[in-house]
């Protein structure tokens, strides 16, 4: 069975410009999460899609972060303009809910550089 | 404020050598607590999840244990493939997200 999977692995753009980073969930998980890790920090929270609805945007760092998940599969978060803060790397997780567990399957990541 | 701690921030042990790993926190309502593994450049990779004091599970040379403060990760004659960075992360009741600790580097020398 197919991991979490990320897309791309990198990517470096300059500041103001715009960035869509893709994540694909393992096959059947109504979970979806976005997180992020800055340089030095620990790994936080950006928000929570349960198909294709947003069940908590907690996290998002203002308004120039726009997540989706159309159709309830993959999901995209678009950062628009680029801030040199927002670099870092982007995780992907998903999980499917059960009686007995909630484990979140992380993918391998997005590496973001805003020049 | 909820607080996930993990202690030491580094550990470097000779190969044979067994330690323990610490997260701490300071939240009410736990879910459930999550060892994950993380090699450089890569995702987190799911280890184990405790839900209650006094769980316990093991996998190869891990063993995860679970009271009502802490968790401890027991590494058993580790190997030079167990160095990695070991992340904490706890869930909460009222919600789904997870917060993670900033993580253990682990070192295990030939």
């Known amino acids: 069975e197919a991991g979490v999977t990320q897309f791309p692995s990198h990517s470096v753009i300059e500041k103001g410009q715009t960035v869509t980073l893709r994540c694909d969930p393992i096959s059947g998980h109504d979970n979806l999460y976005w997180y992020r890790r800055v340089m030095g920090k620990e790994i936080k929270f950006l928000l929570h899609?349960?198909?294709?609805?947003?069940?908590?945007e907690s996290g998002m760092p203002n308004n120039r972060f726009l997540a989706e998940r159309t159709g309830g599969t993959y999901s995209t978060l678009k950062v628009q303009p680029a801030e040199l803060e927002d670099s870092g790397v982007y995780f992907c997780?998903?999980?499917?809910?059960?009686?007995?567990?909630?484990?979140?399957?992380f993918g391998p990541g997005t590496r973001l550089t805003v020049l | 404020e909820d607080q996930v701690t993990q202690s030491p921030e580094a550990l470097r042990l000779q190969e044979g050598e067994s330690s323990s790993l610490n997260c701490s926190y300071t939240v009410s309502g736990l879910r459930g607590l999550f060892w994950y593994r993380q090699d450089p450049g890569k995702g987190p990779e799911f280890l184990f999840t405790l839900y209650s004091a006094g769980e316990e599970k093991e996998k190869e040379r891990l063993k995860a244990t679970l009271t009502k403060k802490e968790s401890f990760l027991h590494i058993t004659a580790p190997k030079p493939e167990d160095s990695a960075t070991y992340l904490c992360?706890?869930?909460?009741?009222?919600?789904?997200?997870?917060?993670f600790g900033k993580g253990t580097r682990l070192h295990i020398l030939p």
């Open positions: 992360a706890v869930q909460f009741h009222r919600d789904d997200k997870i917060i």
């Open positions: 899609f349960v198909k294709e609805s947003k069940q908590d």
């Open positions: 997780a998903s999980s499917q809910r059960t009686v007995s567990t909630d484990t979140q399957y």
